[in-house]
């Protein structure tokens, strides 16, 4: 009977759910792959699996693989942002504009005003938590939908950081100014962690950093008052209110947060110098909605997302491997998609898990009674 209760833990529901769902998107994938060109989807597949192991040189793969956690820092983040808000009863669908405000702050920030690293963290975590809040007001003062207005704000907030960072463009492009070269003081500190993955420039203290905020979050939901009252206002903001709880500043304390972790994310990958910010783009940012899988694929638990942000990455990247000239390297956004829809089914696993494991309990102590009747 050890193993049923094993089983009926909810992390360990959660990690098999999760697993399940990534086999099934991958089986299906390869399946879409035998569709377009059987010859050559067994490679394609394993391609795509193995990203940066697909370099046969050991500094290569070591490059490739930080190339991968930079990405992750602030898709991890995205994901706290999401399951942070999720935790205590909202839907914060507006990570991707929190996201992009973020970007425009530490960006105006580095390059306009040419503040070091961390005015331009600070300036990026303030911007998405703003914007966090003032969807919370919305909610607690006019009982407008998070989910409304985070969708109108997303908008809102790509086409005002686009005009706010042309002012900080290149002449001969739409792209903002190199970071790198207009103003060193802005890149996050890389600690000499960068030798560690063949003197990789793009490695910074964001990828330990977003693992601690992970840890943190993880202590400040379960391990706190406050985290307490902000799921508690979260489950039931009038049972909260006559418990004494102040359910309207929970609301809006909860959005802010979430909007920070959002915020953060953006600083996290701009300040690296990894990617720069085209003023032109009228598509919001993927990593904010890819948040959103990395959350639920992590079971809603701050630990689960590090591991779940680290794999949708490890997949994104490993398209750009694939043989163009028969696949187009979209096709890993197309599996992470597949994985992304089947993490719906999530609670529908865990549920049918429970279902067996009682009906197993219950058989197990029929023949227990039978057997002491006898």
Known sequence: MKHYNLLKNNSVQSLIASLMCIV???????????????????????????NFFYYPSGPAKLKYLGNTLVKTAPLLMCSLSVLFANKTGLFNIGVAGQYVVGAGACLYLALALQMPWWVCLLGAIAAGAL????????????NVNEVISCIMFNWISLYGVNMLLTQVKEIASPYTQNLRTANPEAMLPGMGLGKFFSNNQYVTIAIP????????????????????????????????????????????????ISGALAGMAAAMLYLTGYEQWSCSQSNIPGMGFNGIAAAFLGGLHPVGSIFSSYFIQHITAGGAYVDKAVYCAQVSDFICSLIIYLCGFVLFVKSAMNRSIAKREEKAVSKTNEGGNK
């Open 24 to 50: 099934a998107g991958l089986l299906a994938g390869y399946v879409v792959l035998l569709i377009i060109n059987a010859e050559g989807s067994w490679e394609a597949i394993t391609t795509i699996i193995k």
């Open 131 to 142: 914007l966090g809040a003032l969807s919370g007001a919305l909610k607690t003062l006019f």
């Open 209 to 256: 950093l977003s693992v601690l905020v992970a840890v943190l979050i993880w202590i400040l939901l379960e391990k706190t008052k406050l985290g307490y009252e902000l799921k508690a206002t979260g489950n039931n903001k009038h049972a909260a209110k006559y418990a004494g709880m102040k359910e309207n500043r929970n609301i809006i304390l909860t959005m802010a």
